[in-house]
C-alpha cells in the first residue's frame, strides 16, 4: 500500500476514538502489552516522560521537547490528536516520521497485529515506541492519549510523570466527577518514579497524595514550588518571570531562584500555568538530562518552529485578528475567553463547532452572549451536525448562522468582522484542523 491507502485503513479498519467517539475505547491495556511483545518490547529501550492531563499537556510536551532539543538530545515526542498530517503525533527532533516508515510498519505488521484487533490509537502508540527505539532518540516526551490508567502509553518506565491538571472533559469515560476523573490520571504515577502535578486543587490533591505514597514516589505540586508572573506580552511571545517560592530549591540550570524575562513564542497569557509545570519538570528531570540556562532560553522561545506545535492561541491572520485555538472543554474555554478580554478589540466574533460526546451545555452557558456565531461541523463523523448546535446554543441566548463547512463560516466571519474586531476559531479540535 502506498501512504494514502496505508492511512485508508488505519483510518478505515480501525476504530479511531477522534472519529467515532466512545465506541474505539480499549477499557484495559491487553492488546498494547501483546502489540509490545509482538515488536519486542521497545517501549523499555528508551527513556521517556509521561504526561496526562485535563488540559494543557500538549503545550507542556511541546515545550519540554523545545528545551530538550536546544540542549542538542535527540528528543522523540508522541503527541494526538493530529490537526492536520497523521505524522505529527510521531516526531524527532520536531521532523515528523516519514510516510515510508509508517507504511512499512503496517505491511510488516498488518497480518500478526490483526489477530490482536488493535483500535487506531494502539496502533499508532506501537508505531511510536518501534520508531524511537529504532531511531535511539535520547529521550521521548510520550503525551497520553485519554485518562492515563488504561491509556495505551501507560506500559512505559519514564524518568517523570507528569499530570497537568484535572477538570472535566470525557465525562462517559473517565467519570463524572473531579476526583473520578483525577484517579484515571492518577493511573500513570508508578513505583519510585517522580511525579509533577501542575495545579492543586482542593478535590483532587487527595487523590495523587494517596497513589504517590502507596507506590513510594515523590510527589510535587508546581504552582507551590513555582511561582510565574507575566512580564509582557509582544507580538506572538510572552516573557515572564520565574521565581521558586522556596528559598531552599534553586534551578539546578542557573544555581539561583529566580529566572527573569523567560521569553515564549507562545501569545497565550494562559500558558503561565504551564510554565510552572514545565519549569519543575525540567528541574527535576535536570540531573539526568543536564542543560544550561541558555538552552531553556532558546528551546522556549522557539517552540513552534522547533516542535511544529499548532493550535494554541494560533495567529491566522490581522485586522482583523483571527486566532485558532483547540479549547474544547470547560476549562479550556475559561481561560479562551480570558485571554479574549485581555486582547483589545472591538466586536467578538466566534466560528464554533463540536463534537457530539461532550456536555456542551456546560461550554455553551460560559460563551458571551454579544458575540456573533458561526455555526459550523467539522469533516467527522463525531462532529455535532450544526443546525442542532445552533438551537442548542440559541437556548443560552447565542445567536448567529449556520453554515456548510468550517471555511464557509470562517470566511463569512472574516468578511462581517472590521479591522478592530476579532475572530475566534474554537470549539474543537477538528474545527481548528480545518483552518490552520
Not at 29 to 51: A, G, Q, R, V
Not at 174 to 191: F, R, S, Y
Not at 407 to 432: E, H
Amino acid at each position: 500500500m502506498n501512504y494514502k491507502q496505508t492511512l485508508e485503513y488505519l483510518y478505515s479498519s480501525l476504530p479511531m476514538f477522534q472519529r467515532i467517539g466512545a465506541a474505539a475505547y480499549k477499557a484495559n491495556l491487553d492488546n498494547t502489552h501483546s502489540l509490545c511483545e509482538l515488536l519486542n518490547h521497545p517501549e523499555n529501550k528508551f527513556k521517556s516522560i509521561h504526561i496526562a492531563g485535563t488540559n494543557g499537556k500538549g503545550s507542556t510536551s511541546h515545550m519540554i521537547a523545545a528545551v530538550l532539543q536546544a540542549a542538542g538530545y535527540k528528543t522523540g515526542l508522541y503527541t494526538s490528536p493530529h490537526l492536520k498530517d497523521f505524522r505529527e503525533r510521531v516526531r524527532i527532533n520536531g521532523k515528523m516520521i516519514s510516510r515510508n516508515y509508517v507504511c512499512k510498519f503496517v505491511e510488516d505488521y498488518k497480518e500478526s497485529f490483526e489477530r490482536i484487533q488493535p483500535s487506531f490509537f494502539e496502533w499508532t502508540v506501537a508505531l511510536a515506541f518501534d520508531y524511537f527505539h529504532k531511531q535511539k532518540v535520547d529521550i521521548a516526551i510520550i503525551e497520553t492519549g485519554l485518562g492515563g490508567r488504561l491509556d495505551s502509553t501507560n506500559v512505559i518506565t519514564p524518568l517523570l510523570s507528569v499530570i497537568t491538571n484535572i477538570s472535566y472533559d470525557h465525562m462517559n469515560l473517565l467519570g463524572n466527577t473531579l476526583p473520578l476523573i483525577a484517579n484515571e490520571k492518577a493511573g500513570i504515577i508508578k513505583q519510585n518514579i517522580p511525579v509533577v502535578i501542575g495545579e492543586t486543587n482542593t478535590e483532587t490533591d487527595k487523590v495523587f497524595l494517596q497513589k504517590a505514597a502507596s507506590e513510594n514516589t515523590p510527589i510535587f505540586f508546581a504552582d507551590q514550588e513555582i511561582k510565574t508572573s507575566l512580564v509582557k506580552s509582544k507580538g506572538v511571545s510572552t516573557f515572564i518571570d520565574v521565581n521558586v517560592k522556596s528559598k531552599q530549591i534553586v534551578f539546578p540550570f542557573t544555581g539561583s531562584n529566580v529566572i527573569e524575562h523567560l521569553k515564549v513564542d507562545l501569545s497565550a497569557n494562559y500558558q503561565l500555568r504551564n510554565i510552572n509545570t514545565i519549569m519543575m519538570s525540567l528541574a527535576l528531570i535536570h540531573p539526568v538530562l543536564p542543560f544550561t540556562l541558555k538552552q531553556l532560553r532558546t528551546g522556549l522561545s522557539e517552540v513552534k518552529n522547533t516542535t511544529g506545535l499548532l493550535g494554541r492561541w494560533q495567529v491566522l491572520a490581522r485586522n482583523p485578528l483571527v486566532v485558532a485555538d483547540t479549547a474544547h472543554n470547560e476549562a479550556g474555554i475559561k481561560m479562551l475567553l480570558n485571554q479574549i478580554k485581555k486582547t483589545p478589540h472591538n466586536r467578538l466574533h466566534i466560528v464554533l463547532g463540536m463534537v457530539n460526546d461532550k456536555a456542551i451545555d456546560n461550554i455553551l452557558k460560559l460563551l458571551p452572549k454579544k458575540a456573533s456565531y458561526y455555526f459550523c461541523k467539522a469533516k467527522i463523523p463525531r462532529a455535532l451536525d450544526a443546525k442542532d448546535l445552533a438551537q442548542q446554543a440559541k437556548q443560552y441566548n447565542l445567536n448567529g448562522s449556520v453554515y456548510l463547512s468550517v471555511k464557509s463560516a470562517l470566511q463569512n466571519a472574516v468578511n462581517l468582522a472590521q479591522r478592530k474586531d476579532v475572530v475566534i476559531v474554537c470549539g474543537s479540535n477538528f474545527i481548528v484542523a480545518e483552518v490552520v
